[in-house]
């Protein structure tokens, strides 16, 4: 069965509402987020990275919005009674996204020069993968809800026309240790280092598309792209507590707002890294799950962790005294 679209019909509309790329704090993590988070999210994101899967999940407010729509024509001939499911038999519709991950990385300083620096590396891909979960995949979504499929006026003879809609959106997250702990070779303790700075972007590209059932070929309708930059930096107001002991409240700036999304292109436009990432959830690889990013953030081969016995950047504003 051939499939056709109406060329002016196509709409993709994006939204993001009250759009910011921050850190949240908590007890023993800092969030990499997109809104500032309440008691009840921060407390949801701490178990999660207690147990161990720290993605894959909707405990944040969602970044972004898609709202996509087309119409598409069959010929009469070969869909004699134009019918959704007559339509769905034949073809997959939905959203798959592209991500490309650049490195992500941290630095923590301790609350002096002499305390130094530790920098923790995290080598993620670089290159171009298909943004998905394992029970979905290649799609964003699962199958009943990908795209809602309805029959519509057609304005061409010999042609049943179909509307296809659908929505997404995306959360994009880390979390991250809040502290790290460092000695140097004279140290006789450890002393705690307080997270300074974290740097990671993020390209995506989200795009309605459709695949053929028989041939398992893909194409795109419309795409938008979008990237996500975490480029902050931290400092801290020191605090004495009741009890006496001392705390640190930080305070999270940048980065500038050209670095803030949404980023490339027309939102109908679908070009050639669009083609490419179609190209990549054709050939069934590689994919980047839940699963894949855990393991990524977890692996021993794939994260650096250096110390530095002197801060040569220190900066005596990182930490106000009481």
């Known amino acids: 069965m051939n499939i056709e679209f ?15 790329t921050t850190m949240n704090f908590g007890d023993k993590f800092a969030f ?6 309440n008691g009840l999210q921060m407390a949801a994101l701490s178990r999660v990275a207690e ?19 087309a119409t598409a024509f069959v010929s009469a001939k070969e ?60 799609f964003t979504k699962i199958a009943a809800n990908r795209c809602k499929v309805t029959t519509t006026q057609s304005n061409r003879p010999g042609f049943h026309a179909f509307r296809l809609h659908a929505k997404h959106s995306d959360h994009p997250q880390f979390i991250v240790n809040r502290l790290q702990n460092a000695q140097g070779p004279h140290d006789l303790l450890s002393h705690k280092m307080f997270l300074r700075r974290a740097d990671c972007q993020l390209d995506f590209s989200t795009i309605f598309c459709f695949r053929d059932k028989k041939s398992g ?20 107001q020191e605090k004495r507590a009741t009890d006496g002991s001392l705390e640190y409240v930080p305070t999270v700036s940048g980065p500038d707002r050209s670095d803030l ?14 083609r490419n990432i179609l190209a990549i959830a054709q050939a069934g690889g590689p994919f980047l799950t839940p ?20 801060n040569a950047d220190f900066d005596p504003s990182f930490v106000k005294r009481v």
Do not use: C
């Open 51 to 69: 147990g161990g899967g720290l993605f894959g999940n909707n405990i944040t407010s969602a970044a972004i919005f898609f709202d996509a729509s």
């Open 261 to 274: 999304m949404p980023s490339a292109g027309n939102p109908a436009a679908v070009g050639a890294r669009e």
């Open 291 to 310: 699963d894949a990013l855990n393991a990524r953030m977890r692996s021993a081969s794939g994260v650096t962790k250096t110390f530095a016995e002197s």
């Open 79 to 138: 869909m004699p009674v134009p019918t959704p499911q007559a339509l769905e038999a034949a073809f997959d519709f939905g959203f798959v996204q592209g991500i490309k991950q650049s490195d992500l990385h941290l630095d923590y300083w301790g609350l002096s020069k002499s305390d130094g620096v530790v920098s923790v590396h995290t080598s993620l891909s670089n290159r171009e993968e298909v943004d998905t979960a394992e029970t979905v995949k290649p």
């Open 6 to 20: 109406d060329e002016d019909a196509h709409k993709f509309f994006v939204d993001f509402p009250d759009w910011k």
């Open 217 to 236: 070929k893909f194409d795109g309708i419309s795409a938008a792209e979008w990237r996500i930059r975490w480029k902050h930096v931290a400092t801290y």
């Open 32 to 37: 990499l987020v997109n809104s500032e988070l």
